[in-house]
Nanobody, 122 residues
Framework: QVQLVESGGGLVQAGGSLRLSCAAS????????MGWYRQAPGKEREFVAA????????WYEDSVKGRFTISRDNAKNTVDLQMNSLKSEDTAVYYC???????????????WGKGTLVTVSS
């Protein structure tokens, strides 16, 4: 059983930056692919980014490429999402996911956090 706790959400102006963090416990973190998903009001949950267990590979949804960066620290059991040049359409609840399975757009993961709200004001 893996527990995931997100932090770092909040209110930010368009064009600003925010860094989300996810702390994992209860599993062998360094063996687990990790990811971030988001769900905007009235919309389905969607893939944002993922990172391989060794951090050797990363994947991004097209709309966030060049603006968001996913990273992980296997010594601290954390995975972060650095979000720059934020837009109003990035407003959503962001969820940390353990074990997301390609194709990531199918929105499947073994474990989910409870989410953290990001609001981007225009």
């Amino acid at each position: 059983q893996v527990q995931l706790v997100e932090s770092g959400g909040g209110l930010v102006q368009a064009g600003g930056s925010l860094r989300l963090s996810c702390a994992a416990s209860g599993g062998t973190f360094s063996d687990i692919r990790m990811g971030w998903y988001r769900q905007a009001p009235g919309k389905e949950r969607e893939f944002v980014a993922a990172i391989s267990s060794s951090a050797g590979m990363t994947w991004y949804e097209d709309s966030v490429k060049g603006r968001f960066t996913i990273s992980r620290d296997n010594a601290k059991n954390t995975v972060d999402l650095q979000m720059n040049s934020l837009k109003s359409e990035d407003t959503a609840v962001y969820y940390c996911a353990a074990g997301p399975t390609p194709p990531f757009k199918l929105v499947y993961a073994d474990y989910w956090g409870k989410g953290t709200l990001v609001t981007v004001s225009s």
